[in-house]
């Protein structure tokens, strides 16, 4: 009989362990825009097989999720990690994590109103951010960019031979700095990160983060560098507009994506 109490004593003790360290269950309907927002991003050719998405749990503000180090149009359920503010992963069973998963612990880290998160490469915004050349909202659907682009530049925190991923805690610090209360940051020499309050939100910013940079490009030529941009004011009464309108371009541009 002794025996037997102190084998139940064990599997009890053994049993509140791995409750203590096992991750916490978010909900399913935010692992489902997780999923979709990746294949939404692969779609809309924000996201290659390169670049990551990623969003503060739901009911643990100190953790977040991200998929495994994967190409995003892949992404499933099964492949959604959890970690910590500190990026390193909850029940991780040998998964392999995205390098550059510090970009997400420590924006979150200082702004408790982000609750999501994309990296991209997204190819007509790279330019932006080498050319001295500032990212302005051009039409509506860009005016939550109104509020000014700010430029990370990596040489100044990491030295000037790094391989520009932001690898580590200390970079990761750094591009939450320079982003500080923005919504849109850009890397230069390698791509930009973008912020929201949602899920549907970042994907929103970051899509016409990308068709903004394009028309502003092609603006800048057909005009020989004069452009009439939208003001403060235009670009706040359009952010506000937008922000109600979200669920539009986000049902389309999932049913497309997965339907694929």
């Given at each position: 009989m002794l025996r037997n109490l102190v084998t139940e004593l064990i599997g009890v003790l053994a049993t509140g362990s791995a409750a203590a360290t096992s991750p916490r269950s978010a909900g399913s309907e935010l692992i489902d825009d997780l999923v979709a927002a990746n294949r939404i991003l692969a779609d809309q050719g924000v996201l290659d097989g390169f670049g990551h998405v990623s969003a503060r749990h739901d009911k643990d503000p100190d953790r977040f999720?991200?998929?495994?180090?994967?190409?995003?149009?892949?992404?499933?359920?099964?492949?959604?990690?959890?970690?910590?503010?500190?990026?390193?992963?909850?029940?991780?069973?040998?998964?392999?994590?995205?390098?550059?998963?510090?970009?997400?612990?420590?924006?979150?880290?200082?702004?408790?109103?982000?609750?999501?998160?994309?990296?991209?490469?997204?190819?007509?915004?790279?330019?932006?951010g080498v050319v001295g050349v500032p990212l302005r909202p051009i039409f509506h659907l860009g005016g939550f960019l109104g509020g000014g682009v700010p430029v990370f530049e990596i040489r100044d925190n990491g030295g000037p031979a790094t391989d520009m991923l932001i690898r580590n805690p200390a970079l990761g610090a750094a591009l939450a700095k320079s982003l500080g209360a923005a919504p849109v940051a850009l890397m230069r020499g390698h791509g930009n990160v973008v912020v929201g309050r949602s899920i549907r939100e970042a994907v929103f910013r970051a899509v016409y983060t990308e068709v903004n940079a394009r028309l502003q490009s092609e603006a800048l030529r057909l005009g020989q560098g004069q452009v009439v941009f939208l003001n403060e004011d235009e670009a706040h009464a359009a952010a506000e507009t937008n922000s109600g309108q979200i669920g539009r371009p986000w049902e389309l541009w999932k049913a497309k994506a997965l339907a694929r």
């Open positions: 999720l991200l998929a495994r180090s994967m190409a995003p149009a892949l992404v499933t359920a099964g492949d959604i990690m959890e970690f910590d503010l500190d990026s390193n992963a909850i029940a991780g069973r040998g998964r392999t994590a995205y390098l550059e998963r510090f970009i997400h612990g420590e924006i979150y880290r200082v702004n408790p109103n982000v609750l999501a998160i994309v990296h991209s490469h997204s190819p007509a915004v790279i330019p932006f």
